[in-house]
């Protein structure tokens, strides 16, 4: 059987592809994508001591990179940005990654982990409420329910912790710079396509990120860099960002912005899973019993037919 190229994409699917499979690709992207981001938590400890602004712009560079790399070997089109186009692109890059990582950085600096996470663990919410006041159209009552499960699922696989309120203002930073991160791409999805949206966002973090870490860290704060931080920034560009977004952005394209906001639920899971063979800490009752429910709410909000 002959397959065709997702436009903008390259994925390559069956051309008489029912609703039905694209929403099943779509959430088999979203999962493996949010199982990459959960990776992250893994080589984070490792990087306590660098220069983090400095090593995500390093970061973003690697991934614009392989971007490009990706490109020239499956003849991938990178699409050039339109008009308003360049200013959604800035949105995405600008809140959803650098602003982003400010929040994490210095949020975690007022805050226990676990506080930013839970702000993370929100975003089903937010993506799932959003477009639908933007538009005016009520969403569907069970992506709205399957994103309250989810999100209370993800509080408690994460767990709570002790803040102050500069902590709790950059954990509400976090959670909007997180949904912004998809909701910003989705109305330029369609014309460029999870590629040109990944990698236009990408290289203009690395500019963004390079002026944070030039102010904040010193312009030599790159020569600090050691072996372990340098393999740490490769993996976060090649799996946490080139493959990760790739996935997302064609997740968010097939199944529009609430229902895949539900797969960002997988992160806490797959971060606590990951936990397991890395530093062998076995989950307890309660990563259990969230993860659980982190199942029940994917059920929910998935199963529920896609309007229109």
Do not use: K
Not at 132 to 145: C, K, M
Not at 269 to 279: M, R, T
Not at 282 to 300: F, H, K, S
């Amino acid at each position: 059987m002959t397959t065709e190229a997702l436009p903008d994409t390259g994925v390559p699917r069956e051309p008489a592809a029912t609703p039905h499979r694209g929403m099943l690709l779509g959430i088999v992207f979203a999962a493996a994508g949010m199982a990459c981001v959960g990776s992250s938590v893994a080589v984070s400890t490792a990087i306590t001591d660098a220069p983090l602004f400095t090593l995500q712009s390093v970061r973003y560079a690697v991934a614009a990179a392989l971007l490009l790399v990706v490109a020239r070997v499956t003849g991938w089109r990178v699409p050039s940005p339109r008009r308003r186009e360049w200013l959604w692109l800035a949105g995405v890059a600008g809140a959803g990654l650098v602003l982003f990582n400010v929040g994490v950085v210095r949020g975690v600096a007022h805050a226990e982990p676990a506080v930013i996470g839970v702000a993370v663990a929100a975003v089903p919410m937010l993506l799932a409420i959003v477009p639908a006041v933007a538009t005016r159209i009520l969403p569907a009552r069970g992506v709205v329910i399957g994103a309250t499960v989810v999100t209370a699922g993800a509080v408690l696989v994460e767990g709570f912790g002790r803040t102050d309120a500069a902590g709790i203002g950059y954990a509400l930073l976090v959670l909007v710079c997180e949904a912004g991160f998809t909701l910003l791409a989705v109305p330029v999805l369609s014309r460029l396509g999870a590629f040109g949206v990944s990698f236009h966002s990408v290289w203009m973090a690395t500019a963004g990120m390079a002026v944070v870490g030039v102010a904040t860290e010193g312009p030599a704060a790159v020569t600090t860099l050691g072996t372990t931080d340098l393999l740490a920034a490769l993996h976060l560009a090649a799996v946490v960002t080139t493959l990760a977004f790739l996935l997302w952005f064609t997740a968010v394209d097939r199944l529009g912005s609430g229902r895949a906001g539900l797969l960002t639920g997988v992160v806490p899971v797959s971060a606590a899973a990951l936990g397991v063979p890395l530093d062998g800490v076995v989950p307890g009752p309660m990563v259990w019993l969230g993860t659980a429910v982190v199942a029940a709410g994917l059920v929910i909000g998935l199963s529920e037919r896609r309007r229109g």
